[in-house]
């Protein structure tokens, strides 16, 4: 195969970047679960950027994220979309160990929070509106606190539903809940379900059969990517009452994952695919979103997501709607190249090993320095930043769309910008984790269901 491209690049002229074709490895198949935020992935192989790069990639539909990570892990996958909490928690050796690492973010925000109808009826006494009439935003899970005093008093557990111990989805939903007085449980190495105290009871259920399960009324509620929160406004099952953005303003969301031994053995490909999905992200965000309904045709396709265009356009043409009729201006809702949302911050790792820690699931404390060398452990700026000089350098992309001098650290996130006003500074991990007001802090872990200070 390589020959052949070889010899075709030799004797035909294509837009693009110059092809080196030097990859050690041109045949590839990388997984991705059906969820928007595969995007990168979809775009580079239906644009060209893969074969730009002399690759000839076969995408594969996972049905789960266990199942996905098993076959990086096993090299039956070459790489693959993956939850950001899923190469952190596999190098700790938290659930499926292996080393992996990640050269590329896929994006930022992304998320939502869905209650079902009668959740909703009764959140809505305790909501603030504006001269509208319409729900101001965000809504704070204090809202649903006194919903789930009422189930908790006809003896009724309050169920919600999350995509994976370690993914985004669990670590968002529990901040919206604990930012609301809501204790979301604990997670011990004796005690691995994550509902230790906990006044919600969070469980996994694969993102596509969120809102199945919630019209089956095993769960009250979810946090999931798209299209499966807006699946439910257009069921009628369901109002999305929250996104991560509201909660964590350009959050970091998914990311792209090799083995190490991956890498090692194959870097020139690496590089290939990092400048192809960096031109794929890109391409989704050029022009203030000009290709998103192209992006939304190829999109639900079956082989890819599979949803009806119409929702999927819902979230990734600048637009979500909350209840049914209340649609808003959410333009950075799906963000994937610009605020640098394709460049792995070490400061995005060490984020998630703080909500890690303060769930128990890193069951002892660490010092600050141990985050840094972790975070360093598994996120690879250095790979991204050769991908991105030599699409500089080539002429592909200009270097103002990068930020090559950073040190892997994003700038402090300021309360602003985060649901209950608590600002994250990556280079303080530990003083971040005591701040929070409910969650394991210092030196605490738990013992026989109870919180114990060492």
Known sequence: MKRIALLLAATTCLAGPALAFDVEKDELTLGFI??????????????????????????????????????VISG??????????????????????????????????????????????????????????????????????????????EGKPFN??????????????????????????????????????????????????????????????????????????FKGIGVPVVTDYEIWKNNPEKVFGITEAFNEENPETVKALTRALIRAGEWLDADNGAHRSEAVEILSRPEYVGADKAVIANSMTGTFEYEKGDTRDVPDFNVFFRYNATYPYYSDAVWYLTQMRRWGQI?????????????????????????AQSLIDDGTLPAANFDLDADGYREPTPGADVIDGIGFDAHAPNAYIDSLPIGLKDDQTVVGGQVVTN
């Not at 596509?208 to 509620?221: F, H, K």
Request: hydrophobic share 40%; with cysteine; glycine share 8%.
């Open 76 to 153: 039956e996958l070459d790489g693959a979309h993956m939850l950001a909490g899923q190469p952190i928690a596999a190098t700790i050796g938290y659930g499926t160990k292996g080393s992996i690492i990640t050269p590329f973010s896929m994006d930022l925000n992304g998320n939502g929070i869905t209650v079902s109808n009668e959740v909703w009826e009764m959140m809505k006494p305790n909501l603030k509106l504006d001269a509208e009439g319409r729900p101001l935003h965000p809504i704070s899970a204090a809202a649903l606190k006194p919903v789930i005093e009422k189930f908790k008093a």
């Open 34 to 71: 059906k969820l928007t935020d595969m995007a990168p992935l979809a775009i580079a192989k239906e644009k060209g950027f893969f074969e730009d790069e002399g690759l000839y990639v076969t995408l594969e539909a996972q049905s789960n994220w266990k199942v996905l990570l098993d076959r």
């Open 363 to 387: 069951p002892e404390a660490h010092p600050d320095a141990w985050y840094d060398e972790t975070a360093k452990a598994v996120y690879r700026p250095d790979i991204y930043k050769a991908a």
């Open 160 to 233: 919600m539903g999350m995509v994976f111990p370690v993914s985004t989805h669990n670590y968002e939903l529990r901040y919206w809940l604990a930012a609301g007085g809501i204790d979301p449980g604990l997670y011990s190495p004796d005690d691995v379900s994550g509902q230790i105290g906990a006044e919600a009871l969070l469980s996994v259920t694969p993102p596509p059969q969120m809102p199945a399960t919630l019209e089956a009324g095993t769960i009250s509620g979810y946090c999931v990517g798209e299209p499966w929160n807006q699946a439910a406004v």
